[in-house]
Each structure stands twice: as C-alpha cells, then as structure tokens.
C-alpha cells in the first residue's frame, strides 16, 4: 500500500469505486427488502387465481418497473 501513498490519483480512483461498490450492494439491499411488501401484497390480491404468484425476485422486478412507469420526473421549478 506505499504506492497509494505516493500516487494521490490512484488513491482516490480506489477510495471512489470502494464507494460505489457500497452504494451498489446498499442499493440492492433495499430494493429487495422494498419488494417483500410488494410480494406479500400481490400473492394476497391474488390468492384466488391459480399459478398467479410471486417469488421475491419477481416482486423486485416488478417495483422497478413500477417506479420506471409512475415514477416522479424532475422538469425543474414550475414559478
């Protein structure tokens, strides 16, 4: 690690991948925990309706899509 020490860019360019190695598994932890309630939600709406179930990972999907299709859009200030 006396490398780092001598090269200040190279040490930064680490520091910052650390970051977004954290922010990205970090991310991924809440949108899983985020989809469990969108499971349970859906398995119960549809309980009646045969083969009509989620798993985790398809509750995940699905919230994605839904934040892709309804989410907020910033168009900036309206005054």
């Excluded at 930064?12 to 899983?32: A, K």
């Excluded at 398995?43 to 839904?66: E, M, R, S």
Aim: glycine share 6%; hydrophobic share 60%.
């Amino acid at each position: 690690m006396a490398i780092l020490k001598n090269v200040p860019l190279l040490r930064r360019i680490i520091e910052v991948s650390y970051t977004m190695v954290i922010i990205i598994i970090l991310s991924v932890i809440v949108g899983l925990v985020l989809a469990f309630p969108v499971m349970w939600l859906w398995n119960f709406v549809f309980k009646g309706v045969p083969n009509i179930h989620l798993n985790v990972f398809q509750a995940w999907a699905l919230n994605i899509l839904a934040g892709i299709l309804f989410g907020k859009t910033s168009e900036g200030s309206k005054k």
